[in-house]
């Protein structure tokens, strides 16, 4: 995790680098540091806290003119967040400064060779490891600073994005990638360094995604030139166009961007199946599936593989894919599944869901069903990404930038991503008669709206969230389609609002969950009219018996619910598969009001950061 930035051209780095950190915010917050050159020497300062912390310590402590700079936004891995461990960090000589997003797993070997020859260290961190090995290698070999940040990293196991600059050449800036983002933004004479293009799309919509295990110099007034770091070959320079504009990275009116990113959803959904759902031709187009149809058709099996709300997507997507397209489904932990040693075989689909496309262990877990002989498809967010250019094929989600921690629009693109696949699968199989696959079509179709409409029970869910506001725990309760979303509403509350809570299938409650229902416990049951009803509304009958507080979210209308619930949240009623693109709305905004109410940090969530990219 961690945001990098860097700034080398004609202008002020300083705000830009600044400015930039802010964007990367999502990707850690612990604490934060720039370092410019400011044509004589270097000047650093860096905090434990935000990035608002810092601004506020440097300007008083440093001059902040320059045209070359580095940032940091850190998530602590090696050593604990402080204002030693942050970055930037200086060589020992204090010539060299590096910032560094990532892990060097060889670390304490590497410290310790260092440390004999006598090198010393301030912080508990591998990126000062990393500096100072560049540094010895430099002077050892007295080589330019290219060259002995190729053959340092040469030495070095584990994950990395990083910039570096020589005060002694202030004219470049050394960049490079293994297992963590890093983009370089190509102006007119000026050229910026990130973890993701935010920072600079004011300034240019070209850029240049280093592939893992390339490094580049970058010039000023010269350009970058790029390298393969293993065997020094030349890359050609690729640059993209970006589609991305500032008004999507910005929160457009919104307290937070976790609010606006639960409101675009009518628009998220609505873009990601734009062009693939084609109602009145009765077709679903989705080239990634399309051209390898054989390879779905030939399935044995689909394994998914994702983290955190991607697994509960996923999860969603067993029903899916079993209901609609009759292939049986395994859902897995990608941290589980890359060190369990599991069965794949060439006849499995490996379908990989991340909305960074960036996470460590789903990337692993891609890098060892490939090796397995699994045709791996992804479905990721950001474009780009090391997930979406590591599988096969893949259909993106088109949620626009997510940039609260906890995700939101991600969640819903996603289902809407994997129920055009069964859909289309479940078609060309066979396993769905025409009329029912034109039926849902015309329901997924009006899901956008329906969605507008879950939206609309915000003030109410605010109202049931000043109630609840105080309690200790929160179970959640659903089944079938909507188990997942009980999983995914549990979450939500605890990583924005730190309050402890659990999801469960309704039925498993009565094997141990019972236990907890009191007067005190509030208990979320999601008992829409399709599915499970008559189960469900067993369920409510039992925790009612045990005096447990139960806010139900059900169909518009819902009478039965409502006699037993203390609370109700409608939503529309839609098929039964589509159902947890509506039921999640009102989980999502509770959430979000009790975080607000106890005075959390919503959108930057402690410990936690957006793009997970160590294991
Ligand atoms: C929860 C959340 C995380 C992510 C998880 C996977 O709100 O955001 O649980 O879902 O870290 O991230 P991606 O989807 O980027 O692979």
């Not at 936004?73 to 010539?95: E, F, K, L, Q």
């Not at 969640?411 to 479940?426: G, M, N, P, S, Y």
Request: net charge negative; charged share 25%.
């Amino acid at each position: 995790m961690c945001g990098i930035v860097g700034y080398i051209g004609h202008r002020e780095a300083y705000p830009i680098v600044l400015k930039g950190l802010k964007r990367l915010e999502y990707r850690g917050y612990d604490s934060a540091g720039i370092a410019l050159y400011d044509g004589t020497d270097i000047k650093l300062s860096k905090t434990k806290g935000k990035v608002l912390d810092l601004e506020h310590k440097l300007e008083s402590e440093i001059s902040t003119h320059g045209s070359l700079g580095i940032g940091h936004t850190r998530w602590a891995t090696h050593g604990v967040p402080n204002d030693i461990n942050s970055h930037p960090h200086y060589s020992n000589s204090g010539d060299l400064v590096i910032i560094h997003n990532g892990i060097i797993e060889n670390y304490g070997s590497l410290k310790q060779e260092l440390i004999s020859r006598g090198y010393t260290f301030k912080s508990d961190t591998d990126t000062e490891v990393l500096v100072n090995l560049i540094e010895d290698v430099k002077k050892n070999e007295n080589i330019k600073l290219g060259k002995a940040v190729q053959i340092a990293l040469n030495q070095v196991i584990g994950a990395y994005a990083i910039a570096v600059f020589d005060k002694n050449k202030p004219n470049e800036i050394v960049v490079a990638r293994l297992g963590s983002p890093l983009a370089i933004g190509i102006g007119e004479d000026e050229f910026f360094i990130a973890s993701d293009a935010s920072p600079f799309i004011e300034y240019t919509k070209n850029a240049i995604y280093l592939e893992d295990e390339e490094m580049a110099v970058v010039r000023r007034h010269k350009g970058v030139k790029i390298r393969k770091i293993k065997d020094d070959s030349l890359v050609d320079n690729y640059i993209q166009t970006l589609q991305l504009n500032l008004e999507q990275i910005e929160k457009g009116g919104y307290d937070h961007f976790m609010l606006k990113e639960i409101y675009e959803q009518p628009n998220a959904i609505r873009d990601t199946f734009r062009g693939r759902l084609r109602t009145d031709e009765a077709i679903i187009k989705m080239s990634g599936v399309e051209d390898n149809m054989k390879k779905f058709l030939n399935a044995d099996r689909i394994i998914v593989v994702a983290c955190g709300t991607s697994w509960h997507a996923g999860l969603v997507s067993e029903y899916i894919f079993e209901d609609l397209a009759r292939i049986p489904v395994e859902v897995e932990y990608a941290s589980e599944f890359r060190y369990r040693n599991p069965v794949i075989t060439d006849r499995d689909i490996v379908i990989a869901i991340s909305q960074s496309g960036e996470t460590a262990d789903t990337l692993a877990a891609i890098k060892l069903a490939k090796s397995k002989g699994a045709f791996v498809f992804g479905v990721c967010n950001v474009v780009g990404s090391s997930i979406s250019r590591e599988t096969h094929a893949g259909a993106y989600t088109h949620a626009g930038p997510e940039i609260g921690v906890a995700s939101t629009k991600a969640f819903t693109t996603q289902i809407t991503v994997l129920t055009l696949i069964a859909l289309r699968l479940a078609r060309a199989k066979g396993t769905i008669s025409s009329s029912e696959f034109r039926h849902q079509m015309i329901e997924l179709e009006l899901i956008p709206d329906k969605v507008k409409k879950a939206l609309e029970s915000d003030d109410y869910v605010k109202s049931i969230a000043e109630i609840y506001k105080n309690a200790s725990n929160f179970l959640y309760l659903g089944r079938g389609f909507n188990f997942p979303v009980a999983l995914e509403g549990a979450l939500k509350l605890k990583e924005i609002s730190y309050i402890h809570a659990e999801g469960y299938p309704a039925a498993e409650m009565k094997h141990g969950p019972i236990a907890l229902i009191d007067e005190n416990m509030p208990i979320v049951v999601i008992a829409t009219k399709k599915g499970h009803y008559e189960k469900v509304v067993s369920n409510i009958q039992e925790i009612k018996s045990r005096k447990g507080k139960i806010i139900g979210i059900v169909t518009e209308g819902d009478k039965q619910v409502r006699e037993l619930a203390d609370h109700v949240i409608e939503v529309p009623e839609t098929i039964e598969s589509l159902t947890p693109l509506l039921t999640t709305i009102p989980l999502q905004l509770l959430s979000y009001h009790i975080a607000l109410m106890l005075g959390k940090n919503v959108d930057q969530p402690r410990n936690l950061a957006k793009a997970v990219t160590v294991e």
